[in-house]
């Protein structure tokens, strides 16, 4: 690619991340291919500048602008492989509409990821988050990836294993920088269990025959009950879940549970998530707005730009509604999103 046209200059990145905030790239690039990828991070080297790879931006807050250069990742593509005779391989590229692949595979029939539809952003951003809901997460289902290491210039395939996902957690949170997502791949089945399991879609499906239900019905599913709760990122700008369900022993948990009997939670076999967004509701928080940033009146999870907040606003109601959670309850609350540009002390 001819970089010189292709580098643009203070690029605005207010419609390139979902919570809507006003910051811009130093430089910016859209990168559709590996060797286009692998020429604009040479350039950011021969200058001396930092990169950031940006995904759909629905899981980063911009604290203010980037001085380096700003990658966009629109590496597109679907391609079925090793069909067999109730499974196939869903390989696509990382610059894919991770919420239209939900729909496209469940569309074709196959199982695994209709849990995970409308989840905001790009097939590559997917794996770092280890993106989850609704029982689901994409640790169930991805065989492997396909990345750029940084550090010897070579692609890598990693195994769902050398990935080292738990919740919301990877590899590559560890090893910020180091990978660039390419292309992942999902076993799928046609067979498998649809996972029907969580209350509010058990709810939503009260009544119905759920032995006739498509991974289609079930993506639709999740859409409306996500629907109900969630606000769409167009109409009211935001990053999904701000905070991650805090994970305790099976021991604290019932100790919790006894000290606050209306806890909500959710129990496993060795440890159980504490329902983050009864804690921030606990403490009054849910439906807050101030003059530009918010708390969402229908989930205390979803923390909105209500009227050109900056990264600052969001960042300092957040480290508020932490302090308030831990004062009460003795929780720490850790926060989703990734944090972009330099972030002051506080309110």
């Not at 790879?53 to 090793?82: E, H, K, T, Y």
Request: proline residues 4%.
């Amino acid at each position: 690619m001819s970089l010189g046209p292709a580098i643009r200059e203070w690029v605005s990145l207010r419609e390139k991340n979902s919570l809507g905030i006003a910051a811009k790239a130093r430089y910016f690039v859209q990168v559709r291919s590996i060797g286009e990828l692998a020429e604009a991070l040479d350039w950011a080297a021969r200058q001396g500048l930092g990169t950031l790879i940006l995904g759909g931006g629905s899981n980063l807050v911009f604290a203010g602008d980037f001085p380096g250069l700003v990658l966009q990742v629109s590496i597109n593509g679907r391609c079925w492989q090793d069909i067999e005779n109730d499974s196939a391989i869903l390989a696509l590229g990382a610059g894919e509409s991770w919420h239209d692949c939900v729909l496209y595979a469940a569309g074709a029939g196959y199982r695994g990821i209709e849990n995970l539809a409308l989840i905001p952003g790009t097939v590559g951003a997917a794996p770092v988050q280890n993106i989850g809901a609704y029982g689901s997460e994409l640790a169930d289902t991805l065989v492997d990836l396909t990345a750029l290491d940084r550090t010897t210039g070579e692609e890598v395939q990693l195994t769902c294993d050398q990935c080292q996902f738990s919740y919301r957690d990877s590899l590559f949170k560890h090893q910020p920088g180091r990978y660039v997502i390419i292309k992942v791949r999902l076993r799928l089945s046609r067979t498998r269990d649809l996972q029907l399991g969580y209350r509010d879609l058990t709810d939503y499906l009260d009544g119905q025959d759920t032995s006739r239900l498509t991974p289609l019905d079930v993506a639709h599913a999740v859409m409306a009950v996500r629907r109900r709760k969630l606000p769409d990122p167009a109409q009211l700008p935001n990053a999904g879940s701000f905070f991650k369900n805090p994970v305790l022993s099976l021991d604290a948990w019932h100790a919790f549970k006894k000290k606050y009997p209306d806890a909500a939670g959710y129990p496993g076999e060795t440890s159980a998530k504490v329902a983050a967004a009864w804690l921030i509701d606990q403490c009054g928080w849910k439906g807050y707005r101030d003059e530009r940033v918010g708390v969402h009146n229908r989930q205390a999870l979803v923390l909105v730009n209500h009227s050109d907040g900056n990264g600052q606003d969001i960042l300092d109601l957040a480290a508020r509604i932490r302090e308030d959670v831990r004062l009460r309850f003795g929780i720490e609350l850790e926060m989703e999103p990734g944090v972009v540009g330099e972030v002051s002390a506080g309110p």
